[in-house]
């Protein structure tokens, strides 16, 4: 079995349904609604993968934002999501893997999807964020500075990998040391803004 199999939809709908979550603060993260509220325009498209609980999507959405899609391999996110927020359209939320998505974002905001990857789907991950972006479109969004040492979710990583994992396909306009993260994971954060050219 490889990584992509171990950590497929199965993996993630046991983990939902036995309350293993721990990834989840409760409410959207201060680093990205701090971004959000720079946004003017609220009809972009925006796409949450891996979005679990979504709280950034409901603070969007209820701060106006029209366009806004949620996508995740277990289905017992998306409906815990959609009951507590029964006006978002249930036509933007997506039962999918991320690689398996056809689309085009705006932006995509990143938030505890990519450590919860395997690790040999980073490159791919790459891949597939650019290809979902439209031109100038934005990958923003925060990862973690800091090694875990786990066989299983979160996977971390450093400023120098992703450096070099992005840096192929994107320009990178902002990837470092996040200033505002929450208190529990401050100081293990990084903040990344980048455009797909």
């Known amino acids: 079995m490889n990584g992509a199999e171990m950590l497929g939809e199965a993996y993630w709908e046991e983990r939902w349904q036995n309350s293993q979550t721990g990834w989840d603060i409760g409410y959207a993260s201060t680093p990205l609604v701090e971004y959000f509220k720079l946004l003017e325009d609220k009809s972009i498209k925006i796409l949450i993968p ?9 603070y ?11 996508g995740d391999m277990a289905k017992s996110a998306l409906d815990g ?12 939320l997506i039962h999918s893997n991320f690689f398996d998505l056809e689309n085009s974002f705006d932006l995509i905001v990143e938030q505890t999807f990519f450590c919860a990857l395997d690790p040999n789907l980073r490159s791919a991950y790459v891949e597939k964020a650019f290809d979902l972006l439209k031109e100038s479109g934005i990958l923003m ?15 971390g990583g450093d400023i120098e990998e992703y450096l070099g994992l992005f840096q192929r396909k994107f320009l990178i306009r902002t990837l470092e040391k996040c200033r505002n993260s929450i208190k529990p994971r401050q100081g293990s954060e990084i903040f990344i803004e980048m455009m797909r050219g």
């Open 81 to 92: 999501f959609s009951k507590r927020n029964p006006s978002f359209s249930k036509e933007h």
């Open 50 to 58: 891996g979005c679990g609980n979504a709280y950034e999507g409901e």
């Open 141 to 155: 969004g925060v990862l973690f500075d800091k090694d875990f040492g786990n066989p299983t979710p979160p996977f």
């Open 60 to 70: 969007l959405h209820a701060n106006g934002f029209t366009n806004v899609y949620l």
